[in-house]
T-cell receptor
Framework: AQSVAQPEDQVNVAEGNPLTVKCTYS??????LFWYVQYPNRGLQFLLK??????LVKGSYGFEAEFNKSQTSFHLKKPSALVSDSALYFC???????????FGKGTRLSVIA | DTGVSQNPRHKITKRGQNVTFRCDPI?????LYWYRQTLGQGPEFLTY????????KSRLLSDRFSAERPKGSFSTLEIQRTEQGDSAMYLC??????????????FGEGSRLTVL
């Protein structure tokens, strides 16, 4: 069965500093990996995905994520955090069959001005 | 832009009552998913449809829960004899079939259920 671990419940970062939100996964075979963001009282919004190819994928709002197969990780990064990036971030994984997406517990990112 | 629409957005009910939520997916999407999200947790898969066929149900989906997608368009999720433990946000998402995409889901804003 596939699973996702987000080891940090909360990440605090100063505005303008780089941010990293960690994610590790477990799946049979090669994964499809996703990051979603959830703002208060809003639905989950897709940020980026890794399917194949370049291990560094770029997404919306200046976010990027690096796929590391040996460490089974897919950490979300941004070079310079904005206060408006403060939200709940979810990592998700599925295998290459028809299985539904499995989500992590989420990490709350707080960017402080 | 017609994204995924869910209603009602909020429902407060008394224990033992039945509730029904509706989801209207993105029109060209043939897959529709229901997830449940409780405070401090990520979305947990409940069930999904491809067109009108219900292809998978989670063990989380007790026999008090039933979902339908009768014409392959909108879907309903009914909870019978609600319990306080059913209080959660019920999320609907849609996608085109994996043959044409890689499984990215488009979510609605959710229906929040509070059982008193």
């Amino acid at each position: 069965a596939q699973s996702v671990a987000q080891p940090e419940d909360q990440v605090n970062v100063a505005e303008g500093n780089p941010l990293t939100v960690k994610c590790t996964y477990s799946v049979s075979g090669n994964p499809y990996l996703f990051w979603y963001v959830q703002y208060p009282n809003r639905g989950l919004q897709f940020l980026l995905k890794y399917i194949t190819g370049d291990n560094l994928v770029k997404g919306s709002y200046g976010f990027e994520a690096e796929f590391n197969k040996s460490q089974t990780s897919f950490h979300l990064k941004k070079p310079s955090a904005l206060v408006s990036d403060s939200a709940l971030y979810f990592c998700a994984v599925r295998d290459r069959g028809n299985t539904p997406l499995v989500f992590g517990k989420g990490t709350r990112l707080s960017v402080i001005a | 832009d017609t994204g995924v629409s869910q209603n009602p957005r909020h429902k407060i009910t008394k224990r033992g009552q039945n509730v029904t939520f509706r989801c209207d997916p993105i029109s060209e999407h043939n897959r529709l998913y229901w997830y449940r999200q409780t405070l401090g947790q990520g979305p947990e898969f409940l069930t999904y449809f491809q067109n009108e066929a219900q292809l998978e149900k989670s063990r989380l989906l007790s026999d008090r829960f039933s979902a339908e997608r009768p014409k392959g368009s909108f879907s309903t999720l009914e909870i019978q004899r609600t319990e306080q433990g059913d209080s959660a946000m019920y999320l609907c998402a849609s996608s085109s079939s994996p043959g044409t995409n890689t499984g990215e889901l488009f979510f609605g804003e959710g229906s929040r259920l509070t059982v008193l």
